[in-house]
């Protein structure tokens, strides 16, 4: 299996364009934090006061708590911000500015849609290029059972989104290091009963290994329709609506109980953290649940078309 993988993944990296995918990841990423730095130092606006912010994220979480409709991890969640808001005023604890190295890092985990969108492209032609090119042929001559071939594809494409997400933390934190430099503040977490300093390394990689949950079964889908329609562009065409798109259903939906057991209601799992929930009465084990049934799904059906499926025609 090791050298299936192995052979997979060479075969990645000779093509152009997954080069190509790398080095247009990191020129966005220094775009965006240029773009950023450029905006802060040419705008007219004066930036707000970190007390009158924190006065005013108080009142916001305290208006969140009055509402009777909130789930139980919302309602943590905005309890945990009326405390570090309070601390901070009553200790004078500034936190982190926007340009700054560690919210910048903080904030990264929102970037990994860039990867979820090359792994889209991977997935999907990874199975359905062999077919159009015909390789799939001589692939399948050597002494090797289908499940495995298709098990070591599917490895190679996971291990692509994962590289390329620690490329884009790295790459986050070496460009606003650069342009912005380490700034002035502190981190603070609420643990349930206190307001405590945190890690933001900590929390920025808890953030990132969540938002790869959206990458997983986005990338995953685009697995199976490469597997089983053969078309690399079909398969990308209709993932990356699907990622646009799919989002979106799930606000015109949620007046359903079916919202309920939608994938695109799961696939981000940083909403049990950052207090947006779309379906405040879900929980993160319902999401897991959900996540890994349609996953099962997808891999059932890749497997088995892929196992049955005629290549001599």
Same mark, same amino acid.
Do not use: C
């Given at each position: 299996?090791?050298k299936?993988?192995?052979n997979?993944?060479?075969?990645?990296?000779?093509? %152009?364009?997954?080069?190509?995918?790398a $080095?247009?990841l990191?020129v #966005? =990423?220094?775009?965006?934090?240029?773009? *950023?730095?450029?905006?802060?130092?040419t705008?007219?606006?004066?930036?707000?006061?970190w007390?009158?912010m924190?006065?005013m994220?108080?009142?916001?979480?305290e208006?969140?708590?009055?509402?009777?409709?909130?789930?139980?991890?919302q309602?943590?969640?905005?309890?945990?911000?009326?405390a570090?808001?309070?601390y901070?005023?009553?200790?004078d604890?500034e936190?982190?500015?926007?340009?700054s190295?560690q919210q910048?890092?903080?904030d990264?985990?929102?970037?990994?849609?860039?990867v979820t969108?090359?792994?889209?492209?991977?997935g999907?032609?990874?199975?359905?290029?062999?077919?159009?090119q015909g390789?799939? %042929?001589?692939?399948l001559?050597r002494p $090797?059972k289908?499940?495995? #071939? =298709?098990?070591s594809?599917?490895?190679t *494409?996971?291990l692509?989104?994962?590289?390329?997400?620690i490329l884009?933390f790295?790459?986050i934190?070496?460009?606003s290091?650069i342009?912005?430099?380490?700034g002035?503040g502190?981190?603070?977490?609420w643990?349930?009963?206190?307001?405590?300093?945190g890690?933001?390394?900590?929390?920025?990689?808890?953030?990132?290994?969540?938002?790869?949950?959206?990458t997983?079964?986005?990338?995953?889908?685009?697995?199976?329709?490469?597997?089983v329609?053969?078309?690399?562009?079909?398969?990308?065409?209709?993932s990356?609506?699907?990622?646009f798109v799919g989002v979106q259903l799930?606000?015109?939906l949620?007046r359903?109980?079916?919202?309920k057991y939608?994938?695109?209601?799961?696939?981000d799992?940083t909403?049990?953290?950052?207090?947006f929930m779309?379906?405040?009465d879900?929980t993160?084990?319902?999401?897991l649940?959900?996540?890994?049934?349609?996953f099962?799904?997808?891999?059932?059906?890749?497997?088995?078309t892929?196992?049955?499926?005629?290549?001599?025609a």
């Amino acid at each position: 299996m090791l050298k299936l993988i192995q052979n997979e993944w060479m075969k990645l990296w000779s093509k %152009k364009a997954t080069w190509i995918m790398a $080095v247009l990841l990191i020129v #966005i =990423l220094l775009a965006n934090a240029g773009i *950023t730095k450029w905006i802060e130092s040419t705008s007219p606006v004066p930036e707000m006061d970190w007390q009158e912010m924190e006065m005013m994220n108080l009142a916001s979480a305290e208006d969140q708590l009055q509402n009777p409709d909130i789930g139980p991890a919302q309602q943590d969640y905005y309890e945990g911000q009326a405390a570090i808001a309070e601390y901070r005023l009553a200790n004078d604890a500034e936190p982190f500015k926007v340009e700054s190295l560690q919210q910048q890092v903080l904030d990264g985990h929102m970037m990994l849609s860039l990867v979820t969108l090359f792994t889209v492209i991977v997935g999907a032609g990874i199975v359905a290029s062999e077919f159009s090119q015909g390789t799939i %042929k001589m692939l399948l001559t050597r002494p $090797v059972k289908r499940w495995k #071939i =298709l098990t070591s594809k599917y490895i190679t *494409t996971m291990l692509f989104a994962l590289l390329f997400a620690i490329l884009t933390f790295v790459s986050i934190a070496l460009f606003s290091w650069i342009f912005f430099g380490v700034g002035d503040g502190a981190f603070l977490v609420w643990n349930g009963s206190e307001v405590v300093e945190g890690s933001y390394w900590a929390e920025a990689l808890k953030l990132s290994v969540l938002s790869l949950a959206s990458t997983w079964m986005i990338g995953t889908f685009a697995f199976m329709l490469g597997t089983v329609f053969r078309s690399s562009s079909l398969a990308i065409g209709v993932s990356i609506f699907l990622m646009f798109v799919g989002v979106q259903l799930v606000f015109l939906l949620q007046r359903f109980e079916i919202v309920k057991y939608y994938l695109f209601t799961h696939t981000d799992l940083t909403q049990f953290y950052t207090g947006f929930m779309p379906i405040p009465d879900i929980t993160m084990a319902m999401s897991l649940i959900v996540l890994t049934v349609y996953f099962l799904v997808f891999m059932v059906i890749s497997y088995w078309t892929f196992s049955k499926r005629d290549v001599t025609a």
